[in-house]
């Protein structure tokens, strides 16, 4: 099954550090989903689409997935 790139709005806190951690996700602008938790966070490739990017591991409700942020804009794998 193909995957491709579909690009998000998220909703992120930013520390005094400068480093962003997403909270909620807007899918299709349709559905909301709030992150639990951020398990990971490095760059890594987008394996189902290509590219680099840096890779948020997080977990959503008991699912466990990635979300990933390219020069500021957001983006999931899906089918």
């Given at each position: 099954?193909?995957?491709?790139?579909?690009?998000?709005?998220?909703?992120?806190?930013?520390?005094?550090?400068?480093?962003?951690?997403?909270?909620?996700?807007?899918?299709?602008?349709?559905?909301?989903?709030?992150?639990?938790?951020?398990?990971?966070?490095?760059?890594?490739?987008?394996?189902k689409?290509g590219?680099?990017?840096?890779?948020?591991?997080?977990?959503?409700?008991?699912?466990?997935?990635?979300?990933?942020?390219?020069?500021?804009?957001?983006?999931?794998?899906?089918?």
């Amino acid at each position: 099954m193909q995957k491709r790139k579909i690009f998000v709005e998220v909703i992120i806190r930013v520390d005094e550090e400068g480093n962003n951690y997403p909270e909620c996700i807007f899918f299709e602008r349709e559905r909301k989903y709030f992150i639990d938790k951020v398990i990971d966070v490095r760059r890594a490739c987008a394996t189902k689409t290509g590219g680099t990017a840096m890779r948020y591991t997080v977990r959503i409700g008991s699912k466990t997935t990635y979300l990933f942020e390219d020069e500021g804009k957001w983006f999931v794998e899906a089918s």
